[in-house]
């Protein structure tokens, strides 16, 4: 390619914003740590306590919640011009359940044992604040590739927390992790950490640690 | 667009019933387009609760396509009415056991007018010839929703072989235990359903924790989930009484 042509092509790219760029790059950085849905903003909490038993569970509840913010995401962002203003948390309450009954009846066919483990809590990511959170505050402000990015961010800011709560968990809890077990035969298993009790303790200590590093503090 | 009002009650309405029917016909092609699957999954672990209830844990390390061969070769499926007869012509997957159990009464006994089809599965030996096990669904209601179990005699129609227990709703941690290998497994071994020539059934007690080795007709309870335990008890006896008629003429 010679250069002057490869001089045309930087001017094009220049002119558009590139599609990683520093405040792209942000939008799936900043809810990984500094801003991440669960520590921080304190969302989704219901269901970082409740599907953290085993991880094979986590590790589905996490795609599934991933899959509903991209889509859902990307389907209000590109209905943001259209949607009227006065029905818009219902319209993007739809959205959610649709997406949501379609990760159910995938998951019902193609993974059954594991959702019937995690039962009802495919059904209540409809409710998740962090997938209407991110609906309200980002999607319909924002075009669909800066939504795209900001779905994964949070998305993967929600299981980058909750997959070491279950790692724990499932350690402790059961003394095995993905089902194979690694403490030994004689190992008792804690109750407490089968129980939501040992989520909110875990998920506390979590919190703790990344508070402490980043100094991080409450507003008063 | 920019000349249409969007807060017109004419767009709000147009525009919600266009995403409305954008959304109903994405999940109907969903929904349509997976059933088979998700019926096979449902008709397998049919197959495996019935097995496991028989032949114990084992069965949950077997492959699926082991599973369905296995209980090809060793199961016999049949359909009788709370009177013990046979009912032709009727295939076990087509009953719904929600619907059969819906024409009880609060308190287990069939409703006046009404006959129910109850499956019955007969485990047959290695070789396929003699029964071996007789597993008998059944149906009930825990503390939130339904419940619902595979209970397996010894052919002496006695003996508890073992219980597969399975819910729609219970609280995870307490009442949802009933699908743990642990609860289930107090079952198993020497629990009898009669005392002399009188149904009694097992009950599940109160506490957990207690030694019931000595007790033929009560097990270990699930602390903090007697009422799902009450379940349990109530649903094993309501479909014990139903098939006492074929239990009775069987023993003779």
């Avoid at chain 1, 799936?28 to 304190?42: F, G, Y």
């Avoid at chain 2, 096990?133 to 503390?143: D, E, I, N, R």
């Avoid at chain 2, 009950?203 to 335990?229: I, Q």
Wanted: glycine share 8%.
């Amino acid at each position: 390619m010679s250069t002057e042509a490869q001089a045309i092509e930087e001017v094009a790219v220049k002119e558009k914003e590139p599609l990683l760029s520093k405040k792209n790059r942000k939008l799936v950085n900043n809810p990984l740590d500094a801003d991440n849905p669960i520590t921080v903003q304190v969302l989704g909490v219901c269901s970082a306590l409740a599907v953290t038993v085993k991880l094979v569970p986590t590790l589905y509840m996490c795609l599934s919640v991933l899959f509903v913010l991209i889509f859902s995401n990307l389907a209000v962002s590109m209905l943001r011009n259209v949607i009227p203003g006065r029905i818009r948390i219902i319209v993007q309450l739809l959205v959610v359940a649709s997406l949501v009954a379609i990760v159910d009846q995938v998951l019902q066919a193609y993974a059954y044992e594991v959702s019937k483990q995690l039962s009802v809590f495919v059904g209540l990511i409809i409710t998740n604040c962090i997938i209407m959170g991110r609906l309200e505050a980002f999607a319909l402000a924002n075009k669909p590739w800066p939504s795209f990015l900001d779905a994964v961010g949070n998305g993967l800011g929600y299981a980058v927390i909750l997959i070491p709560v279950a790692f724990f968990r499932e350690l402790f809890g059961s003394g095995s992790l993905l089902g194979f077990n690694v403490l030994g035969e004689g190992y008792q298993g804690n109750g407490v950490m089968m129980s939501p009790v040992g989520a909110c303790i875990v998920l506390g200590l979590l919190i703790w640690f990344q508070r402490a590093r980043n100094g991080y503090s409450e507003e008063a | 667009m920019s000349k249409l009002n969007k807060n017109s009650n004419g767009y709000i309405f147009g525009f919600a019933f266009l995403i409305i029917v954008v959304c109903a016909s994405l999940l109907s092609t969903v929904s349509g387009a997976l059933y088979e699957k998700q019926y096979q999954e449902r008709e397998l672990e049919r197959k495996k609760f019935i097995l496991k209830s028989a032949l114990g844990s084992e069965v949950d390390e077997m492959e699926k396509p082991a599973i369905a061969e296995l209980y090809d070769q060793r199961v016999k499926e049949s359909v009788i009415n709370s009177k013990g007869e046979v009912q032709e012509g009727i295939a076990v997957n087509t009953i719904d056991l929600k619907k059969e159990y819906k024409k009880l009464e609060k308190n287990g006994s069939l409703k006046a007018g009404q006959s129910i089809n109850l499956p019955l599965y007969e485990v047959k030996d290695e070789s396929g010839n003699a029964t071996e096990y007789y597993v008998m669904p059944t149906y009930g209601f825990g503390l939130w929703d339904n419940i619902w179990g595979y209970l397996a005699l010894q052919k002496d129609l006695n003996t508890v072989q073992g219980f597969v227990l399975d819910h729609k709703g219970e609280t995870p941690g307490l009442g949802a235990r009933i699908t743990e290998d642990k609860v289930q497994q107090r079952y198993s071994g020497d629990k009898k359903i009669f005392e002399g020539s009188d149904l009694v059934a097992v009950r599940m007690m109160k506490g957990e924790g207690n030694d019931y080795a000595s007790k033929p007709h009560e097990v270990d309870g699930m602390s903090g989930a007697t009422l799902t335990a009450d379940g349990v008890n109530a649903m094993m006896r309501n479909y014990l009484n139903l098939y006492l008629s074929f239990i009775n003429s069987k023993k003779q």
